[in-house]
């Protein structure tokens, strides 16, 4: 059986909505083989996850808020504590090098919520999961404001995406 992770930072009732929708999404009835864990990005601050819950995950669904221009601090936590473990690659730089590391070729989708804009959240996301080689499975779900059907809607096809291309 896949396993799919739903890693989020949902500290607002619309971005509780959205992930909502993803995980119902990720359930639907369509979908047998894979198994779904959600867990909030602040476990990884409190220590009760690790890289290994990324490793154990066939496949990602991330959800952020759009803090001042970037990622919201909890999913950049969980990125900067398990970048290296999960198969990240540093150049001579440090900065991130694309990677054919273990967890590459994974698929993942994404959702943002912003008030004014979601730019640099989902720029800063696409970065790093492209130097970790992650395969993008869906559009990138961007909500402004306050949240709609048509975003609830869109974030359970994002769930259900991810989780169908597991679902082989």
Known sequence: MS???VLHHSPTRSLQSLTEA?????HDDAIEAVEVRVLEALAFARGEADHRDLLDADGYVLGTTANFG??????KHVFDSTFLQIGGALSDDGSGQVSAGVTARRPFGLYVHGRYDTTGAVRSVLSITGALGWAQGYAVLEAMGEVTG????SAYELGGTIAALLDQ
């Open 3 to 5: 396993r799919l992770l």
């Open 22 to 26: 993803v995980v119902a999404g990720a």
């Open 70 to 75: 970037y990622m919201s601090g909890a999913l």
């Open 150 to 153: 048509s975003d609830t809607e």
